[in-house]
């Protein structure tokens, strides 16, 4: 099956620093996604970009299909950023939309 | 976006018993819902797709009558987890979209602590 890889798998920030997580995966791809599971588990949608740039407030994604990785950007990173964010990925071709998703980058933003 | 409800969000139990979660799409007809399992500090796994209608799609390794996987309606899908033992004990969630767009909403988590 398709793999996805997220790096760093831990992040430490300081309040206020800016940062960008990875996603790499192995095939082509119909859909990608990054969400936020925050301490309760809930996973907040942050992007659905199978391909270009996205920017949504402090938060920026840009996936290069043909180079398949995606990036996450975030600037002026705050505590209620904190969590873990996850990259998921749906393989194409197939007609499944079920998502794929990497093993996440935990972030801690400290004050 | 598309909102998912998924009920119960906590659920304690004693070995042996079952349990059952109720994943429900509140203002998009859901033809397909996903149900995924995570264990701490892991990645989310799916276990099932439910098709509403129709019997489920496990994933390899998943056992089916295990986790009972029911989709009456367009807006229901359900997971049973059948006599539930400490190993059960996870994180599940769905979720689901629209086909207006390829973008997948879950719902809120359901934490099975067995005993």
């Known amino acids: 099956g398709i793999q996805v890889e997220q790096s760093p798998p831990d992040l430490i920030l300081q309040e206020g620093a800016n940062s960008t997580l990875r996603c790499n995966f192995s095939d082509s791809v119909n859909n990608l996604q990054w969400f936020h599971q925050n301490p309760w588990g809930q996973l907040i949608n942050l992007f659905y970009i199978p391909s270009g740039t996205k920017q949504n407030g402090r938060l920026s994604a840009t996936t290069v299909a043909t180079e398949r990785y995606s990036l996450l950007y975030i600037s002026s990173s705050q505590t209620t950023d904190s969590g873990v964010y996850f990259c998921a990925v749906e393989l194409g071709g197939t007609g499944r939309r079920a998502l794929t998703f990497g093993s996440g980058t935990r972030l801690q933003v400290q004050p | 976006g598309a909102v998912v409800s998924q009920h119960p969000s906590w659920v304690i139990c004693k070995s042996g018993t079952s349990v059952k979660i109720e994943c429900r799409s509140l203002d998009f007809q859901a033809t397909t819902m996903f149900w995924y399992r995570q264990f701490p500090k892991q990645s989310l796994m799916l276990m099932a797709t439910s098709n509403e209608g129709s019997k489920a799609t496990y994933e390899q390794g998943v056992e089916k009558d295990k986790f009972l996987i029911n989709h009456a309606s367009l807006t229901l899908s359900t997971l049973t987890v059948t006599s539930a033992h400490p190993e059960d004990s996870s994180f599940y969630i769905c979720?689901?979209?629209?086909?207006?767009?390829?973008?997948?909403?879950f719902g809120e988590g359901s934490r099975l602590t067995v005993l």
């Open positions: 979720g689901g979209g629209g086909y207006n767009t390829g973008e997948l909403f």
